[in-house]
T-cell receptor, first 114, second 113 residues
Framework: KAGVTQTPRYLIKTRGQQVTLSCSPISGHRSVSWYQQTPGQGLQFLFEYFSETQRNKGNFPGRFSGRQFSNSRSEMNVSTLELGDSALYLC?????????????FGDGTRLSIL | AQSVAQPEDQVNVAEGNPLTVKCTYSVSGNPYPFWYVQYPNRGLQFLLKYITGDNLVKGSYGFEAEFNKSQTSFHLKKPSALVSDSALYFCAVSAPYASKIIFGSGTRLSIRP
């Protein structure tokens, strides 16, 4: 079974631009969550989608948005990029039905803002 | 506020010695704790999860975790550490009915030869 795939792996942007990151979950997984990981702030939850609906949201500004398609693939968009948005963005998928189901992570997209 | 605490930023252990990485949490209801490991330039990898009724849970790569309901802890253990165990370890807790997983700040485990 293929794992969670995130594209691209690396991305360099400049301040003010926007970016879209993609995540393909494990086949059959309906829940997709996004996280931002930085050395200073650790792992921070962005949002979770389940069956194309945003089910949970972290404390990030509206510049961060996401969506999920009918095939469970998800995209995350960040507009008006700031230097502080430089981070590793991780996507995780799970079956989504019960609390004790583990999340399976992709290897992330490393976003650098110049 | 619901939270997961990993009190040690770094744990240093000699190869062959037992290791413990601590995790305590404050989450209402009957939460489910997990452990994940992260190697450099990789995503998080699931290690093990609490199973209802089991106070000692066995997971991947010889790791196990000790669940203590009264202390709301889920400490990660391994009887004999390997240099290849050096990585960043995250404790996470699933909040029941909230469809949300809360992660700790991570503990860097360093195993010296």
């Amino acid at each position: 079974k293929a794992g969670v795939t995130q594209t691209p792996r690396y991305l360099i942007k400049t301040r003010g631009q926007q970016v879209t990151l993609s995540c393909s979950p494990i086949s059959g997984h309906r829940s997709v969550s996004w996280y931002q990981q930085t050395p200073g702030q650790g792992l921070q939850f962005l949002f979770e989608y389940f069956s194309e609906t945003q089910r949970n949201k972290g404390n990030f500004p509206g510049r961060f948005s996401g969506r999920q398609f009918s095939n469970s693939r998800s995209e995350m968009n960040v507009s008006t990029l700031e230097l502080g948005d430089s981070a590793l963005y991780l996507c995780a998928s799970s079956l989504g039905g019960k609390e004790n189901q583990p999340q399976h992570f992709g290897d992330g997209t490393r976003l650098s803002i110049l | 506020a619901q939270s997961v605490a990993q009190p040690e930023d770094q744990v240093n252990v000699a190869e062959g010695n037992p290791l413990t990485v601590k995790c305590t949490y404050s989450v209402s209801g009957n939460p489910y704790p997990f452990w994940y490991v992260q190697y450099p330039n990789r995503g998080l990898q699931f290690l093990l999860k609490y199973i209802t009724g089991d106070n000692l849970v066995k997971g991947s790569y010889g790791f196990e975790a000790e669940f203590n309901k009264s202390q709301t802890s889920f400490h990660l253990k391994k009887p004999s550490a390997l240099v290849s165990d050096s990585a960043l370890y995250f404790c996470a807790v699933s909040a029941p009915y909230a469809s949300k997983i809360i992660f700790g700040s991570g503990t860097r485990l360093s195993i010296r030869p």
